[in-house]
């Protein structure tokens, strides 16, 4: 009898392990080691399924809120000295900041520096009174800090995330960094067209068509008034896109066609690492060629730009990927990475690691997000879609970085 007990006992003990030991197993993985990362969709959602204002936003409060603080200008620029605590410090004189949906009503440290708190996907949503991550972005010109020299970042003109990015060097000459998909040409166009329609320099980072759709609707319409003097760029050969992203070679293609119209002077597909043009008062140095990946394929064949303006180096990083990003760590030294401005990565979401950031020791962020993206929303509220830019909105504000533009915000400016 004692023996049956015992081999009972025994049978429920295992079968109580047996059921908690894998539940227990998930959650230190997802909670402790945040592996595996689900894969991240890229697309575009309708006008008609994007919240543009979630329900529990902190009402008007938030509207009329300016960062307390100030720096002696642009190139003042104060880190947060204490991440845990999500101060926003070191705002220049006239900057505005423009509060997120899901934010809860600003707060004052001890020390008088405003305090916001937004959205980190990590931690449970319940409105106005939760703690969330800080982020929050300059919606007025940043101005003194590019030495006569300007750095556009131009706003989607759909609901799609894009890349779209302007510098006006000391003289007046033109560098369009990619240009955005199609329907944003007739924007950028007319931006172009403002300042004597020449592009000098055109770089482009990697054929998607959210990056060279405008460029390719710019090409192939001469009577739009815009001429493009040098365009520099690095593709695989095509089958490589028919193997790793076939539904996207046909845009790829669509693109090689139209390259292969223009003049040969023009372009310059044979750029490589190291390579620097130089453009005015503007340095470009190409930081890799392509790396060819098979997962995440084309994003992760972005090639990377470092621009020196007036001594300000703003790096472009396109769409590269994790993958891609622990290469560009390795074959560059951390001193070579350091910059004062970087684009996010794939739009801020699913882009290279925090660690690719950590050595980067930006003061600016460029966000080519719309607002469904920037709040990870996929039509039913904050965080509810599958992207990672509200992780990446939390790397940045632990690593203390102070200054975010972003187009949700509108077309920005940094001069």
């Known amino acids: 009898m004692n023996r049956w007990i015992y081999r009972t006992k025994k049978w429920c003990a295992l079968a109580v392990c047996a059921m908690l030991i894998p539940h227990g197993y998930e959650a230190v993985r997802q909670t402790v080691l945040g592996w595996p990362r689900k894969e991240a969709q890229e697309s575009v ?26 720096a002696s ?24 900041t423009s509060p997120d949906a899901g934010s809860v ?17 990590s931690q449970t949503k319940v409105g106005p009174g939760a703690e969330y991550s800080p982020v929050t972005t300059v919606t007025t010109p940043i101005t003194g800090y ?7 970042l131009l706003a989607n003109q759909t609901a799609s995330q894009m890349l779209s990015v302007l510098i006006e060097t000391n003289q007046g000459k033109l560098i369009m960094i990619d240009g955005g998909v199609e329907e944003d040409a007739q924007h ?32 192939n319409h001469p009577e739009c008034g815009i001429t493009v003097n040098n365009i520099y760029y690095s593709f695989a050969d ?59 394929a084309i994003n992760n064949s972005s090639v990377a730009y470092m621009l020196d303006i007036n001594g300000k180096k703003a790096l472009f990083l396109g769409d590269m990927g994790e993958e891609a ?40 962020c460029l966000w080519s997000c719309p607002q469904w993206l920037w709040d990870n929303d996929s039509g039913s509220g904050l965080d509810s879609g599958n992207w990672f830019t509200l992780d990446t909105r939390r790397w940045m504000a632990e690593l203390g970085v102070p200054y975010h533009v972003c187009i949700k915000d509108g077309d920005q400016v940094i001069q």
Not at 51 to 67: I, R, T
Request: aromatic share 8%; glycine share 8%.
């Open 45 to 70: 959602i309708s006008d008609a399924y994007i919240v543009k204002k979630q329900s529990f936003e902190a009402g008007s409060l938030l509207s009329s809120w300016n960062s307390a603080g100030s």
């Open 73 to 96: 200008g642009a190139s003042s620029v104060l880190r947060a000295q204490n991440t845990s605590t999500a101060v926003v410090a070191g705002q220049a004189p006239g900057v505005q």
């Open 105 to 121: 009503s600003p707060q004052t440290s001890n020390s008088g520096v405003r305090v916001i708190y937004s959205a980190g996907s």
């Open 146 to 152: 590019l030495g006569g020299s300007k750095l556009n």
């Open 188 to 219: 950028l166009i007319e931006v172009l067209a403002a300042r004597g329609g020449q592009v000098d320099t055109w770089l482009v980072t990697h054929p998607h068509s959210d990056h060279i759709g405008a460029l390719n609707y710019i090409l």
């Open 238 to 296: 095509i089958s490589w896109y028919q193997q790793y992203e076939a539904y996207r070679a046909d845009t790829v293609q669509m693109l090689m066609n139209t390259f292969a119209a223009l003049p040969p002077e023009k372009l310059h597909g044979d750029i490589y690492k190291g390579q620097e043009i130089q453009v005015d008062n503007v340095k470009i140095t190409v930081m890799n060629l392509p790396y060819l990946f098979s997962n995440n």
């Open 325 to 364: 990003g622990r290469q560009f760590l390795a074959d560059n030294s951390p001193e070579s990475l350091k910059c004062d401005i970087v684009q996010m990565a794939h739009h801020g979401q699913y882009g290279v690691s925090k660690e690719v950031y950590q050595v980067l020791q930006p003061e600016i």
